[in-house]
């Protein structure tokens, strides 16, 4: 009986171990599946900035009162969320927002597949993801600004060129890779933010210089951290911003901008700033452009927008300089809208770009 009560004991932990080494390795096989993505550091930090302080001499013992007398507003920062993967190989990516957008729309996508910001990181990156002064996370402004109730959905969704809303729904270009569910559109439309310092509903009080400094000294943040130079990902209207920070900073290892709303004139103050650094640039611009409906008021607006791109890069080139104008559709790759890196193909355009900072950045 004793020596039966020995073996069944024996028995029992020897299949205990077989169980837990088979654990061991159904977890080493998932740390190694390529679905996994291991994020060594991550954390947020602001950078730039300035501090405002009132007149007068501030009571503590009267904290209520209204007039905030000598006291102080730490304002007009960038907020920067940041991930660092364990196979940190390449170099560094910042990452700026457009008009009415935070660093949401790098993160993921309407339809919830992975953003860019994870696709990079898998590529060996880490990535810095900027809320612009008197956006998102960083809405603390040292001027006041309108918050606008006016309901404008679709203006955005007829010009980022997804298509034509009609009857109350998205109905989407032929070809496009929008994600186009009736909760993708819904989840589309609930990343828009508003700028707590504009009065413009439209941006025409954009401050590009206050964006800018807080740009550059966020990637001055990150080449101390990190010793290495920032390949700096903007779009939209952030490529203004991106375009003036080359003048406050010697730490931009390259430029990919995101259909910009324009390039520097050459000559200008910014075109000087990235020139003379000899910063390679890229452009990147999706669908629906040269091909774009006459009767929308944007198609010409954005074919505009792209000529002085295709400009810059042709004077750029000229003086030596590294630029390129990629237009998707010439590339194979169509169906895209302002927000290629939402869309149902951003994995292919981003191996696109990836491809091009290795050819080009050092």
């Known amino acids: 009986m004793k020596k039966r009560k020995i073996t069944t004991l024996l028995l029992t932990g020897v ?85 009415g957008q935070s660093r949401m729309g790098w993160m993921t996508t309407p339809d919830g597949r992975e953003g860019w910001s994870d696709m990079f990181l898998r590529k060996g990156h880490g990535v810095f993801l900027v809320d612009e002064p008197r956006r998102g996370e960083a809405g603390m402004t040292s001027v006041s600004g309108d918050i606008s109730t006016k309901t404008l959905d679709q203006r955005w969704y007829t010009q980022f060129r997804i298509g034509r809303w009609e009857g109350g729904k998205s109905v989407v270009n032929e070809g ?19 700028d707590t310092g504009m009065k413009s509903d439209m941006g025409a009080d954009f401050d590009n210089k206050t964006v800018a400094k807080a740009l ?26 991106g375009w003036t920070a080359a003048g406050y900073t010697d730490h931009i290892a390259a430029i990919i901008a995101i259909e910009p709303g324009g390039a520097p004139a050459a000559g200008s103050e910014d075109f000087k700033a990235v020139t003379e650094k000899n910063i390679p640039v890229t452009f990147y611009f999706g669908d629906y452009i040269d091909n774009g409906d006459p009767s929308i008021q944007a198609t010409k607006m954005w074919q505009a927008m792209r000529q002085t791109c295709y400009d810059f890069a042709d004077t750029y080139t000229a003086q030596g300089g590294n630029c390129t104008v990629v237009d998707l559709p010439k590339e194979g790759i169509t169906g895209n809208d302002h927000f290629m890196f939402e869309d149902l193909n951003n994995g292919v355009i981003a191996d696109h770009i990836e491809k091009w900072i290795q050819k080009n950045v050092k």
């Open 15 to 99: 299949i205990s171990l077989v169980l837990l080494a088979g654990c061991g390795n159904i977890a080493a096989k998932d740390d190694t599946n390529s679905k996994v993505l291991s994020i060594a550091e991550q954390g947020v930090f602001s950078a730039g900035g300035t501090t405002v302080t009132s007149n007068g001499t501030f009571n503590p013992e009267n904290q209520w009162e209204e007039s905030g007398a000598g006291q102080t507003s730490h304002v007009d920062h960038a907020n920067v969320l940041y991930q660092i993967p364990k196979n940190n190989t390449e170099l560094p990516m910042v990452f700026l927002h457009g008009y």
């Open 176 to 194: 496009s890779q929008f994600p186009n569910d009736d909760a993708s559109v819904d989840q589309f439309f609930r990343q828009m933010t508003p």
């Open 216 to 241: 550059a000294a966020t990637i001055d943040e990150v080449y101390k951290r990190t010793g290495k130079n920032s390949i700096l990902v903007t779009h939209s209207q952030g490529g203004g911003p």
